[in-house]
């Protein structure tokens, strides 16, 4: 091989060589990097202060100390006012369009079911009536546990009494098809379950859920199962 075939293939693989420890160092920086976290909202430390997950909307409940729960009515009253602050202060586009879903999501009848997507109605015939009924039932004992959570502030660890239904009911604004996606708040390309435990960790203040934790798992089936029929669009903002 010529001396200039030699110098051509070494700058190849030097160039290869850099791009690859580049990507392997990208990739280690995001799997190592912690998830940044939303400071608490200032306080006066006399009353508690609830903070919606943008970080930077947050209400002061008077009369309310620090360490105690809401009541399920004080915390949807609380939710309400922390939406209505975004909703003001946001492109009035956007607001309008979270207002419009949320109102759809509320309106929906309970168990209410969307027309199965055309890829399913092809595998009738090929599974049993048995083996359907098996995993639907085990599946929509899944999304029921789930809708259980998602609904319940005990049960999702909160520990201001702010559920994940106040500001997202039935699952409104949650698109789960859009994931995964860069997230702001995040600083980084977000699953859904990092999204599930931004929130509980921010204006729930409870603690984060493990990938593998039977409540994160339940509740991203009953969030996916709010959005049956909706097109996977990964990335989307």
Not at 115 to 120: D, G, K, L, T
Request: proline fraction near 6%.
């Amino acid at each position: 091989m010529k001396t200039r075939q030699w110098f051509k293939l070494s700058f190849i693989l030097i160039v290869a060589v850099a791009a690859l420890t580049i990507y392997g160092v990208a990739q280690a920086q995001q799997k190592s990097a912690p998830l940044p976290q939303h400071p608490p909202a200032p306080g006066d430390g006399k009353n508690l202060v609830i903070q919606l997950c943008d970080g930077e909307t947050n209400l002061e409940m008077k009369g309310v100390k620090p360490d105690e729960r809401l009541s399920p009515d004080q915390a949807q009253t609380a939710a309400n006012k922390l939406m209505s602050m975004w909703f003001a202060k946001t492109d009035p586009n956007v607001a309008e369009a979270w207002k419009k879903e949320m109102a759809e999501a509320l309106a929906q009848k309970k168990g209410s079911e969307k027309a199965a997507p055309a890829s399913q109605s092809e595998q009738d015939g090929v599974f049993t009536a048995r083996e359907r009924q098996v995993w639907e039932r085990e599946l929509a004992r899944e999304v029921e546990y789930g809708n259980q959570i998602f609904h319940d502030d005990k049960l999702v660890g909160s520990t201001n009494g702010v559920s994940c239904a106040m500001c997202h009911p039935n699952a409104a604004n949650t698109h789960p098809e859009t994931y995964p996606k860069y997230q702001i708040q995040l600083q980084r390309v977000a699953l859904l379950r990092d999204m599930i435990n931004w929130c509980i960790e921010n204006p729930s203040r409870g603690k984060k859920l493990d990938a593998d934790d039977p409540k994160m798992r339940a509740i991203e089936a009953y969030i996916m199962a709010q959005r049956k029929g909706v097109a996977m669009e990964y990335g989307k903002h």
